[in-house]
């Protein structure tokens, strides 16, 4: 069963345009939620991340929308650039020895 | 400060022999994890450890077996390797739950 469903499996956007990546969870539990940006040939790196008291998080050009009455989150970059094309992963986890659930990933080519 | 690195970065097994890869953390984390990377899978967790002496399994542990003999170091064994096995191992640690996981830079592992 997986835990955390990640659409669409790749994307493409238009230089200055709107990346949207959506993942949908089943575990109620699950109090944490993070993005991780992973480039080719590296380890993924933390991107920004969203705890279910609030609705949404902007860093930057990052923004998480959370809405815990549907389970779904999602990650939108703003003004995308070149420099975004990447493989980007939805999480989940929950408090206690619960180590983190991945989505299978998106990967995103932002051409100019 | 050098982070989460594994050893070795790529490696070629003939289907039977074992290998060990070894991942080391600096940074004093208690909690260390084995994922794998597969085209289409994302990130699976093979096994992790909660803290030193400790190991438990993930979601695909068959065919590998862990220690944590020490505080930085996991290791992650292959008795004898399989073709199935062919994927990129990523290594990850972290201090406290719900807190960044940082990750190593991969192996890539092909078993021939």
């Known amino acids: 069963q997986q835990q955390v469903k990640q659409s669409p499996q790749s994307l493409i956007v238009q230089k200055g345009g709107i990346s949207i990546i959506n993942c949908a969870y089943e575990?109620?539990?699950?109090?944490?939620f993070p993005w991780y940006q992973q480039f080719p040939g590296k380890g993924p790196a933390l991107l920004i991340a969203?705890?279910?008291?609030?609705s949404e998080k902007k860093e930057g050009r990052f923004t998480i929308s959370f809405n815990k009455s549907a389970k779904q989150f999602s990650l939108h970059i703003m003004d995308s650039q070149p420099g975004d094309s990447a493989t980007y992963f939805c999480a989940a986890t929950r408090a206690g020895n619960t180590p983190l659930v991945f989505g299978k990933g998106t990967r995103l080519s932002v051409i100019a | 400060n050098a982070g989460v690195t594994q050893t070795p970065k790529f490696r070629v097994l003939k289907t039977g022999q074992s290998m060990t890869l070894l991942c080391a953390q600096d940074?004093?984390?208690?909690?260390m994890y084995w994922y794998r990377q597969d085209p289409g899978m994302g990130l699976r967790l093979i096994h992790y450890?909660?803290?030193?002496?400790?190991?438990a399994k993930g979601e695909v542990p068959d065919g590998y077996n862990v220690s944590r003999l020490k505080k930085q170091n996991f290791l992650l064994g292959l008795e004898s390797a399989a073709p199935s096995q062919t994927s990129v191992y990523f290594c990850?640690?972290?201090?406290?739950?719900?807190?960044?996981?940082?990750f190593g830079q991969g192996t890539r592992l092909t078993v021939v």
């Open positions: 575990n109620t539990a699950f109090d944490y």
């Open positions: 990850a640690s972290k201090v406290h739950l719900n807190t960044e996981a940082f």
């Open positions: 450890s909660v803290g030193e002496g400790t190991t």
């Open positions: 969203i705890r279910p008291d609030v």
């Open positions: 940074m004093n984390h208690e909690y």
